[in-house]
T-cell receptor, first 112, second 115 residues
Framework: SQQGEEDPQALSIQEGENATMNCSYK?????LQWYRQNSGRGLVHLIL?????REKHSGRLRVTLDTSKKSSSLLITASRAADTASYFCATDSGAGSYQLTFGKGTKLSVIP | NAGVTQTPKFRVLKTGQSMTLLCAQDMNHEYMYWYRQDPGMGLRLIHYSVGEGTTAKGEVPDGYNVSRLKKQNFLLGLESAAPSQTSVYFC??????????????FGPGTRLTVL
């Protein structure tokens, strides 16, 4: 079953605007990760936030985590056309096999 | 380093045929995973391996078998392909320890169509 559920399913913005994607999950986690997938390609890791962290930054990316609400958000600031991709959240429950459970993703289109 | 590679990139099968998908990684990673991705869906875990000679079932293992005879290779087999197995298959790997991020590294995918 899908652990993470992203919202919205699709998002279209103008270049330079900020993009916010949300992820909700169901069970307790060790960490939550965000991945990007360009069309027809594999997934690329973007950022990880641990369960005891509330906010993390990496370049133009900002991730927040609210474990009481079981939700996370990914903010991409000053978006570029090259940010056009699908974005997935994935949760790691902390089991020894480091399994990730992925959401269905948000498809982001950045219009030049 | 090539990272994670997958062969083949594309394949068309007829119902009932068998095939093996090969995943290879040159990063000396302990853990390897096979996922499938269907339209509008995230990735779902088929099988995984925590080390050479070990395999375990994921969320959707039915109709698939796997083997990890060598640390660098993880094979996914379809013994009797069905149209429901039409999908894009991704392999991923990760190291034993956090480095400091315990991210998974993904291959480019294999697009499989079963007619």
């Amino acid at each position: 079953s899908q652990q993470g559920e992203e919202d919205p399913q699709a998002l279209s913005i103008q270049e330079g605007e900020n993009a916010t994607m949300n992820c909700s999950y169901k069970t307790s986690i060790n960490n939550l990760q965000w991945y990007r997938q360009n069309s027809g390609r594999g997934l690329v890791h973007l950022i990880l936030i641990r369960s005891n962290e509330r906010e993390k930054h990496s370049g133009r990316l900002r991730v927040t985590l609210d474990t009481s609400k079981k939700s996370s958000s990914l903010l991409i600031t000053a978006s570029r056309a090259a940010d056009t991709a699908s974005y997935f959240c994935a949760t790691d429950s902390g089991a020894g096999s480091y399994q990730l459970t992925f959401g269905k993703g948000t498809k982001l289109s950045v219009i030049p | 380093n090539a990272g994670v590679t997958q062969t083949p990139k594309f394949r068309v099968l007829k119902t009932g045929q068998s095939m093996t998908l090969l995943c290879a990684q040159d990063m000396n990673h302990e853990y390897m995973y096979w996922y499938r991705q269907d339209p509008g869906m995230g990735l779902r875990l088929i099988h995984y391996s925590v080390g050479e000679g070990t395999t375990a079932k994921g969320e959707v293992p039915d109709g698939y078998n796997v083997s990890r005879l060598k640390k660098q290779n993880f094979l996914l087999g379809l013994e009797s392909a069905a149209p429901s197995q039409t999908s894009v298959y991704f392999c991923a790997s990760r190291p034993l320890r956090d480095i400091p991020y315990n991210e998974q590294f993904f291959g480019p995918g294999t697009r499989l169509t079963v007619l």
